[in-house]
Nanobody
Framework: QVQLVESGGGSVQPGGSLRLSCTASGNIFGPNVMGWYRQTPGKDRELVASITTRGKTNYADSVSGRFTISRDNAKNSVYLEMNSLKPEDTAVYYC????????????????WGQGTQVTVSS
């Protein structure tokens, strides 16, 4: 129903920066949390950062102070500014959106993007 499209991935030197973008194809109704996950071969997908409709943020300890997540509610978009990148940041990054349900009448939803590769190496 809703499609999430990521962009901005690529290859960068250690210490460099990248800016990831994710935009939903359609309207996302009600309060929700948008976030970025990442996954490397042989490892489980892990949360990198998230942000609610009202701007409450959460970061993994490994990226706190280096990454900044933001969103544009009018455009159903979420962004991840990645600075001081390290080789350990290399992974496929996935955009995720999930509804925040506060009443039984609300319709729950969760969507994943297709993923974008981030490679940090010399």
């Amino acid at each position: 129903q809703v499609q999430l499209v990521e962009s901005g991935g690529g290859s960068v030197q250690p210490g460099g920066s990248l800016r990831l973008s994710c935009t939903a194809s359609g309207n996302i109704f009600g309060p929700n949390v948008m976030g970025w996950y990442r996954q490397t071969p042989g490892k489980d997908r892990e949360l990198v950062a998230s942000i609610t409709t009202r701007g409450k943020t959460n970061y993994a300890d490994s990226v706190s102070g280096r990454f900044t997540i933001s969103r544009d509610n009018a455009k159903n978009s979420v962004y991840l500014e990645m600075n001081s990148l390290k080789p350990e940041d290399t992974a496929v990054y996935y955009c995720h959106v999930k509804s925040i349900i506060v009443t039984v009448e609300q319709t729950s939803y969760a969507y994943w993007g297709q993923g974008t590769q981030v490679t940090v190496s010399s």
